[in-house]
């Protein structure tokens, strides 16, 4: 019985020791290091790469750079009061990890209390990727090495990409057809009668997601509300687009030009037929991306109509000028 108590007086004792690495900073800050690296600490004005979570202290995750494979990149701002998150990036060097938690009373009394949040803090797990110190170097030779730093990290995402591809294939079990193009698709339904045309209007279903399964725009209400992306101005109803006619990405129009009317498919897009090397809103550079869609209908063309309108969402759009 006495070795029994001893034991689990031992295990308190862990447990203690492990709760002790959370420690408080100017402000209400709390912060926490997982992985402590020589070297000098973030400055105002550094080029800082990190890999971000930001949630609150209830888990409800409001930003996430793994979604997207990419860190986030930014030139460190000024702290805009004490104990805010710039305060708690200022501790920390290259390589580092660590857990940032700002007190949302400290946010309020600077700014208002954001809606919506609930609980004490905002939680950053934050993972140091790179740092570019500014220091005493001149503008040019500074923005030099960021830029250098740019293309040295889009090169590997070029590089990543047919294995990103040959990965998620494999591990959603997708039967795919490859194009002489390199669009990747797997038709799960088949529809019925003769494909689509050029000049011909396609009334579609679809959900767009990442590498990730994180879907980040549909025009279905149910996978909206599953994904949170859920706007309550937007009509979820199968959408017009036009074939054809360079409008969308590459990816998107050559796949929706593989159905007939009924069918459903799976698109796995490379960035070459989608956002490039610049990328688009969610979707870093050299990114492919997967879409879920089903050919509702099919309307032919009628001459005397007026031109159906340029249907609008994220993944609505031709992919930039390269």
Same mark, same amino acid.
């Given at each position: &019985?006495?070795?029994?108590?001893?034991?689990?007086?031992?295990?308190?004792? +862990?447990?203690?020791?492990?709760?002790?690495?959370?420690?408080?900073?100017?402000?209400?800050?709390?912060?926490?290091?997982? !992985?402590?690296?020589?070297?000098?600490?973030?400055?105002?004005?550094?080029?800082?790469?990190?890999?971000?979570?930001?949630? #609150?202290?209830? /888990?409800? @995750?409001?930003?996430?750079?793994? /979604?997207?494979?990419?860190?986030? #990149? %930014?030139? @460190?701002?000024?702290?805009?009061?004490?104990?805010?998150?710039?305060?708690?990036?200022?501790?920390?060097?290259?390589?580092?990890?660590?857990?940032?938690?700002?007190?949302?009373?400290?946010?309020?009394?600077?700014?208002?209390?954001?809606? /919506?949040?609930? +609980?004490?803090?905002?939680?950053? !797990? @934050?993972?140091?990727?790179?740092?570019?110190?500014?220091?005493?170097?001149?503008? *040019?030779?500074?923005?030099?090495?960021?830029?250098?730093?740019?293309?040295?990290?889009?090169?590997? &995402?070029?590089?990543? !990409?047919?294995?990103?591809?040959?990965?998620?294939?494999?591990?959603?079990? $997708?039967?795919?057809?490859?194009?002489?193009?390199?669009?990747?698709?797997? $038709?799960?339904? =088949?529809?019925?009668? =003769?494909?689509?045309?050029?000049?011909?209007?396609?009334?579609?279903?679809?959900?767009?997601?990442? &590498?990730?399964?994180?879907?980040?725009?549909?025009?279905?209400?149910?996978?909206?509300?599953?994904?949170?992306?859920?706007?309550?101005?937007? =009509?979820?109803?199968?959408?017009?687009?036009? $074939?054809?006619?360079?409008?969308?990405?590459?990816?998107?129009?050559?796949?929706?030009?593989?159905?007939?009317?009924?069918?459903?498919?799976?698109?796995?897009? *490379?960035?070459?037929?989608?956002?490039?090397?610049?990328? %688009?809103?969610?979707?870093?550079?050299?990114? *492919?991306? @997967?879409?879920?869609? !089903?050919?509702?209908? $099919?309307?032919?063309?009628?001459?005397?109509? =007026?031109?159906?309108?340029?249907?609008?969402?994220?993944?609505?759009?031709?992919?930039?000028?390269?």
């Amino acid at each position: &019985m006495r070795k029994n108590l001893m034991l689990l007086a031992l295990a308190a004792i +862990g447990l203690a020791s492990c709760n002790s690495g959370q420690k408080k900073g100017e402000g209400g800050l709390l912060y926490e290091m997982h !992985e402590d690296k020589d070297g000098a600490t973030v400055k105002d004005s550094d080029f800082v790469s990190i890999n971000l979570i930001v949630k #609150t202290d209830a /888990d409800s @995750v409001m930003a996430n750079s793994y /979604d997207n494979g990419m860190p986030f #990149t %930014f030139p @460190v701002p000024k702290p805009q009061f004490k104990g805010d998150f710039q305060s708690g990036l200022n501790l920390l060097s290259e390589g580092d990890s660590a857990t940032i938690k700002v007190n949302l009373d400290s946010i309020a009394k600077a700014s208002g209390k954001p809606k /919506d949040l609930k +609980g004490k803090y905002v939680v950053y !797990e @934050v993972k140091v990727v790179k740092v570019i110190s500014k220091g005493k170097l001149t503008q *040019p030779v500074f923005q030099g090495r960021v830029e250098e730093y740019f293309k040295a990290e889009a090169a590997k &995402m070029k590089n990543a !990409e047919p294995g990103k591809i040959s990965k998620y294939i494999a591990s959603h079990n $997708i039967k795919a057809t490859k194009t002489a193009t390199g669009l990747n698709y797997q $038709i799960t339904k =088949p529809g019925t009668g =003769p494909v689509i045309g050029k000049g011909d209007t396609a009334v579609v279903n679809y959900a767009v997601k990442l &590498m990730s399964d994180k879907v980040f725009d549909t025009n279905i209400k149910s996978e909206a509300q599953k994904a949170k992306i859920d706007n309550p101005m937007r =009509p979820y109803t199968p959408m017009r687009v036009p $074939i054809g006619v360079g409008a969308f990405i590459a990816g998107w129009d050559q796949g929706l030009q593989l159905l007939n009317k009924g069918a459903k498919a799976t698109l796995v897009i *490379p960035s070459s037929l989608a956002y490039g090397e610049r990328g %688009f809103q969610q979707v870093a550079p050299y990114t *492919p991306i @997967v879409f879920e869609i !089903e050919l509702v209908d $099919i309307v032919h063309p009628n001459p005397n109509a =007026p031109k159906p309108a340029i249907p609008q969402g994220p993944a609505m759009q031709p992919a930039p000028q390269q």
